[in-house]
């Protein structure tokens, strides 16, 4: 009971911004003059791969305006069992990673918003029903624009994998593909310290809107999901577990229809 009410209290600590006033700014990497971290995972090199098409190839995206995609946004749990089109993949990875501006080498401008441009996250794909793509899980390159695909998979063992992981939530694994978000706190913490770990959470509400928003434009189906098994879904991707690990998924797909009801 005792330990409850200790760590509820240290939770509600962290959803204040008072470690801000603690952090020590002279002790954080950037200020110690420590490298800027990466924007992005360096690739295997045996990695396939896949161009994605880019802004205005999108010929499956349709152009509806910013206040229909809000009015109707909402999580869907059911997925049609049609492939999504690559350039809907496409589209969607640019609305919740893309970059919009590359300011200089270490540091760009996305679609989404991140405290203090840190970007902290990667995403990962696992590909169950994609046009063109072989199931397995990849890895978005929001710099090149581009798919790694990291491993290949029986699409069946891999939609049994995801829903288990997400502690038997089944529907996760009746996707078209789960977009699997990981964190790497130390990109945020180099510049915050122990002021980091709120904004990267915060940072990770909205990605996953952008998600929810952009589905509205392809007749698409998703639903945040913070609910998993940490470990598997980190061995999943293939992380490990400290300086990288997940934090979010999101299952995406075309919404069911009333046929298919
Ligand atoms: C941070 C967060 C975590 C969530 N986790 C789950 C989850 O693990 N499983 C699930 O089915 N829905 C999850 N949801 C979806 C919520 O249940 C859903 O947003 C809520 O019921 C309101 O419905 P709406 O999004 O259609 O407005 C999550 C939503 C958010 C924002």
């Given amino acids: 009971m005792r330990r409850d009410s200790d760590r509820i209290e240290q939770g509600r600590w962290w959803l204040k911004d008072l470690a801000r006033q603690e952090v020590d700014f002279s002790s954080t990497g950037q200020s110690r ?10 690739v295997p090199p045996d990695a396939v ?38 350039d809907e993949l496409a589209f969607l990875l640019w609305a919740v990673q893309g970059v919009r501006k590359v300011v200089h080498r270490a540091a760009v401008l996305r679609t989404v918003p991140s405290a203090g441009a840190r970007h902290p ?25 581009e ?6 998979a029986d699409a069946r063992a ?10 038997g939530q089944l529907f996760v694994g009746y996707a078209a593909a789960v977009f699997i ?38 007749e698409g189906a998703t639903c ?10 980190d061995r999943l ?4 577990g400290r300086e990288e690990f997940v934090i979010y998924l999101a299952p995406v797909g075309h919404r069911r229809s009333a046929e298919e009801e």
Avoid at 62 to 85: K, M, W
Avoid at 147 to 152: E, G, N, S
Wanted: charged letters at 20%.
């Fill in 33 to 42: 003059g420590c490298p800027v971290p990466p924007i992005q995972q360096p």
């Fill in 121 to 145: 996250f990667e995403t990962y794909v696992a590909v169950l029903r994609i046009a063109g793509l072989v199931p397995g899980v990849y890895r978005y390159l929001p710099l090149e624009h």
């Fill in 224 to 233: 945040a999901v913070a609910a998993y098994d940490q470990v598997a879904m």
């Fill in 49 to 86: 791969r896949v161009a994605l098409p880019r802004y205005g190839e999108w010929p499956h995206v349709r152009d509806i305006s910013i206040v229909e995609a809000i009015a109707r946004r909402e999580s869907r749990r059911q997925f049609a069992s049609t492939p999504l089109e690559l």
């Fill in 181 to 218: 978000w990981t964190a790497i706190p130390y990109r945020t913490e180099w510049r915050y310290g122990v002021a980091a770990h709120k904004v990267i959470a915060l940072d990770a509400g909205h990605v996953a809107q952008n998600l929810y928003i952009a589905c509205e434009a392809i």
């Fill in 237 to 240: 991707v293939g992380v490990d």
């Fill in 158 to 167: 891999l939609s049994v994998e995801l829903a288990r992981a997400a502690l």
């Fill in 147 to 152: 798919l790694a695909r990291l491993r290949t």
